[in-house]
């Protein structure tokens, strides 16, 4: 499977932005998907996650109430939705899959997510 991912850009503080991620690949897979970040210095966190049916969300605690994930499998894309960003966001975003959604946020030792995509860039000025 392979991820595209697209939206960043640079925003202002309180401002909004819209990632997405199209996946490609394989045809009828049923992957969970997430997205990650990664800010200079830092270590990559994870941000959000979703199931496959979309029926099951997890949000890192500070993008709680600000951040919104999402899929249509239809157009194989998922997309983040980032409102009131702070400076702090700043960060290069990566969207994941896998087959299991646990496994996006919390993979067992030695076990590799199905795809990574691309980063892209958020800035958050203040």
């Known amino acids: 499977v392979q991820l595209q991912a697209s939206g960043g850009g640079l925003v202002r503080s309180g401002e909004s932005l819209r990632l997405s991620c199209a996946q490609s690949?394989?045809?009828?897979?049923?992957?969970?998907m997430g997205w990650f970040r990664q800010a200079p210095g830092k270590e990559r966190e994870v941000v959000a996650a979703?199931?496959?049916?979309?029926?099951?969300?997890y949000y890192t605690q500070s993008v709680k109430g600000r951040f919104t994930i999402s899929r249509d499998n239809a157009k194989s894309i998922m997309c983040l939705n980032m409102t009131s960003l702070k400076p702090e966001d700043t960060a290069a975003y990566y969207c994941?899959?896998?087959?299991?959604?646990?496994?996006?946020?919390?993979?067992?030792?030695?076990?590799?997510?199905?795809?990574w995509g691309q980063g892209t860039l958020v800035t958050v000025s203040s």
């Open positions: 979703i199931s496959w049916s979309g029926k099951t969300t």
């Open positions: 690949g394989i045809p009828g897979s049923r992957f969970a």
């Open positions: 994941t899959a896998d087959g299991d959604f646990d496994f996006v946020i919390h993979p067992p030792p030695g076990h590799e997510r199905a795809a």
